[in-house]
């Protein structure tokens, strides 16, 4: 098709381009809701499970996760086990630390055979409805740890509101770039952020792939995770 494509969402989760715009507004959405949360979680000594966006990739969860602050984080990359989360939230009790912030992707889903999870409803263009996966892993934690457990689904809260700078800056640098492929004959391309800098890439190395949390990041963001026990 005669086009050249923007990339446009708040999952970052189209490659070729080091981040979409609208992905820093929504992780400064969700990464604000987590700092109120410690608020009511430390003055309650509660657990705190937040639900984020990410059909198919953590990006927002794992970002968000890092700068809240959060105890552990769940992402659609790698299934996890409800009874490690419990044990992490336990040994962070046990040392005197009675509130923690558990952020879920989405599509976040078990280790198969670790936890039951109803299979999602299909949608009438045949697509999964996700949600809810905050809530049936608040209600786990709270049966397997005993403690005071309450789950906040951020929702399309994410998807509005005021666009951050950052955000306002790459898009209009994403728009000139689009224009002037248009004008240079590059059409059937994505302009991207590459290094810094605005380019363009074919749009067949784009369509019908997802770009994942980088393996070098969910690294930092576990270690991270992990430091936090000790708080």
């Known amino acids: 098709m005669s086009v050249v494509g923007v990339p446009k969402t708040i999952d970052n989760d189209v490659p070729c381009t080091e981040q979409t715009f609208g992905f820093d507004t929504a992780v400064g959405v969700a990464t604000e809701a987590i700092d109120r949360l410690h608020t009511t979680a430390e003055s309650h000594d509660r657990v705190m499970v937040v639900e984020v966006m990410g ?18 984080t769940l992402v659609p ?24 912030i558990v952020v879920v992707a989405e599509g976040a889903r078990p280790v198969p055979g670790t936890m039951e999870v109803a299979e999602p409803v299909i949608d009438r263009f045949g697509h999964e409805v996700l949600g809810g996966i905050g809530s049936v892993v608040a209600d786990e934690l709270a049966q397997r740890t005993g403690f005071e457990t309450r789950v906040t689904v951020l929702g399309h809260v994410q998807r509005g509101g005021t666009p951050s700078a ?21 059409l059937g391309s994505m302009v991207a952020l590459q290094e810094g800098a605005i ?30 026990l000790d708080d």
């Not at 059909?55 to 602050?69: E, F, N, Q, S």
């Not at 790698?78 to 009790?93: G, K, L, M, T």
């Not at 749009?203 to 991270?224: F, I, M, Q, S, Y």
């Open 55 to 72: 059909r198919h990739v953590g990006h927002i969860a794992t970002w968000a996760g890092i700068a809240g602050g959060a105890t552990v």
């Open 199 to 228: 380019t363009t890439v074919p749009l067949v190395e784009v369509v019908g792939h997802l770009k994942t949390v980088d393996p070098r990041l969910w690294d930092t963001a576990n270690t991270l995770f992990e430091a936090r």
């Open 77 to 100: 990359e790698h299934p996890f086990d409800i009874a490690a989360v419990a044990e992490v939230v336990r040994r962070r009790h046990d040392r005197g630390r009675f509130a923690s």
């Open 166 to 186: 950052y955000d306002r800056v790459l898009s209009s640098r994403y728009g000139v770039a689009a224009a002037d492929a248009v004008h240079e004959g590059g």
